[in-house]
């Protein structure tokens, strides 16, 4: 997914993280510009669970394209960011992103 945002604004970033073990555990779930992580969240997920994270960030003061992603381990699900400081920039896009970002607990 692509969307145009202009410097400063929020980006809201939403993905669906699942547990597909048969145990509980914490999932470690990054929210990442062109692969450094700028936000984290550690979900509990019981076996089999699925929860929604979302992430809310400010988006760059530099101008140009970047890969936002969410990322579990293993897992990524990803999209463009392009930050545009012209005039007339959409600034009511947020985006909502439903990836199947899915993690495994081991014991």
Do not use: C, W
Request: hydrophobic fraction near 35%; glycine fraction near 10%.
């Amino acid at each position: 997914m692509t969307v145009t945002k202009a410097p400063g604004e929020t980006l809201s970033v939403s993905a669906d993280v699942a547990n597909v073990g048969e145990v509980s555990g914490d999932a470690e779930v990054a929210f990442t510009l062109n692969g450094d992580a700028v936000a984290t969240q550690t979900v509990p997920l019981d076996a089999g669970e699925i929860t929604q994270v979302t992430f809310e960030v400010a988006v760059p003061d530099q101008t140009g394209e970047y890969v936002h992603a969410v990322e579990t381990d293993g897992s990524i699900a990803d999209g463009t960011l392009i930050v545009d400081g012209s005039e007339g920039n959409a600034t009511s896009v947020t985006v909502v992103q439903e990836p199947d970002t899915r993690y495994t607990a081991s014991d």
